[in-house]
């Protein structure tokens, strides 16, 4: 019988999808798509994958290149946050004259963590170092039925530790390519295809009879009810926008309808706008209910009609804009502002 590791690349070389930022061994490629492929799915990225490097085919175009560029070409990706990382990654690898060949200096730069680093590391210099994901980490944890739910960080180095000892020392890329495949096209969380598994004859879940009673569950967070209002202010043809602040967490520097959160507080919607956004607001109609949901939480937004009366000052930083709808597609936006102005 061959062993696991180079019965799992013999699979990989038989079915392997053919992708995109398959086949290249430029580092630069494979890092733009392992940020666009976080929390995203492959059909999604491939367009944006493809505009991306269109636009900007090197870290020095990226690094030249100004941010609200970069967000604009990322609009409807989502995480926005990627996209400013990797502009400012790009800044940091031209300064430095050179690209970072291993998975310890790549993590050094912004927005590169354990994963991506490891990912690049070894598909583009073949560097013996196992990226751990979703995907590979319910793979491995089925394959030795590991015991503990993979959240902690002992947990998690074990894991790294089994996936390692699948690497194939002269294609670490590959088999850490074909562990994340398998994940994604056979090890699926639901009715895994064992069948089809090249590790069926040495895992330990499928032995055991049950492979989806791994991973382990870990404690759900409760999903958070919210309820938002969002504001639109119409003049001609043209609707007014704010920027959000390059210091937020989430969303940063893109463009939003105004909205505030509602609370049981007592004060009004109005009130609530007024000091986000500064100026004195006026609301009519409702016009749709939209649910949204992020991560844990699940938020109503309730879009009326309103005014925002052109005597009061805007409130320090808040940075407002009209425009018409055929421009607000060309700006960064988030996908909320999409499905309110649909
Ligand atoms: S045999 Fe089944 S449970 Fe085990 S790794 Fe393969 S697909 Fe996953």
Not at 175 to 201: H, I, T
């Given at each position: 019988?061959a062993?696991?590791s ?7 070389d038989?079915t ?5 930022w398959?086949?290249t061994?430029?580092?630069?490629a ?7 492929l ?10 944006y994958y493809?505009?991306?490097?269109e636009r900007?085919?090197t ?10 560029e ?11 946050r990627r ?9 940091e690898?031209?300064a430095?004259?050179?690209f970072?060949?291993?998975?310890a ?5 912004p927005?590169?963590g354990?994963?991506t680093?490891?990912?690049?590391a070894?598909?583009?210099?073949d ?13 491995i ?10 959240r ?7 894991l ?11 294609r670490p ?11 994604a ?9 064992c ?7 040495s895992?330990?879940?499928?032995r ?16 958070e009810?919210?309820?938002?209002l969002?504001?639109l ?12 602040s390059?210091d ?5 520097g893109?463009?939003?309808i105004p ?17 986000r956004?500064?100026?004195s ?13 992020i ?10 009609r ?16 009209w425009?018409r709808?055929?421009e607000?597609e060309?700006l960064?936006?988030?996908?909320l502002?999409e499905?309110l102005?649909?």
């Amino acid at each position: 019988m061959a062993d696991p590791s180079s019965e799992l690349l013999a699979w990989f070389d038989r079915t392997g999808r053919d992708l995109p930022w398959r086949g290249t061994r430029d580092p630069y490629a494979i890092w733009v798509s392992e940020i666009m492929l976080q929390q995203t799915r492959v059909e999604t990225v491939r367009p944006y994958y493809r505009r991306f490097l269109e636009r900007f085919p090197t870290p020095e175009a990226l690094a030249k290149a100004p941010i609200d560029e970069v967000l604009a070409l990322w609009s409807g990706l989502g995480y926005y946050r990627r996209a400013r990382l990797l502009h400012r990654a790009a800044g940091e690898v031209v300064a430095k004259g050179r690209f970072p060949t291993t998975a310890a200096e790549l993590e050094e730069l912004p927005g590169i963590g354990p994963y991506t680093a490891a990912a690049v590391a070894s598909i583009a210099f073949d560097e013996a170092v196992a990226v751990l994901d979703g995907n590979v980490e319910r793979v491995i944890s089925r394959w030795i039925a590991f015991a503990e739910p993979p959240r902690a960080a002992a947990a998690k180095l074990r894991l790294r530790e089994v996936a390692a000892s699948l690497l194939d020392p002269e294609r670490p890329g590959d088999s850490n390519q074909a562990l994340m495949e398998l994940g994604a096209l056979v090890c699926r969380p639901r009715s895994p295809s064992c069948d089809a598994c090249p590790l069926v004859a040495s895992c330990a879940a499928y032995r055991e009879g049950d492979p989806e009673a791994y991973p382990l569950p870990v404690e759900k967070r409760a999903t958070e009810r919210r309820r938002h209002l969002a504001v639109l202010v119409e003049r001609k043809d043209e609707i007014l926008l704010f920027r959000r602040s390059d210091d937020e967490d989430l969303l940063a520097g893109i463009w939003e309808i105004p909205w505030v959160r509602l609370r049981d507080d007592g004060a009004t919607a109005e009130l609530h706008l007024g000091t986000r956004y500064g100026g004195s607001w006026s609301l009519g109609e409702t016009l749709r209910l939209v649910r949204h949901g992020i991560t844990y939480r699940d938020i109503e937004v309730e879009l009326r009609r309103g005014e925002l009366s052109e005597a009061g000052e805007l409130a320090e930083g808040a940075e407002a804009g009209w425009f018409r709808r055929d421009e607000i597609e060309s700006l960064p936006t988030s996908s909320l502002l999409e499905k309110l102005l649909r």
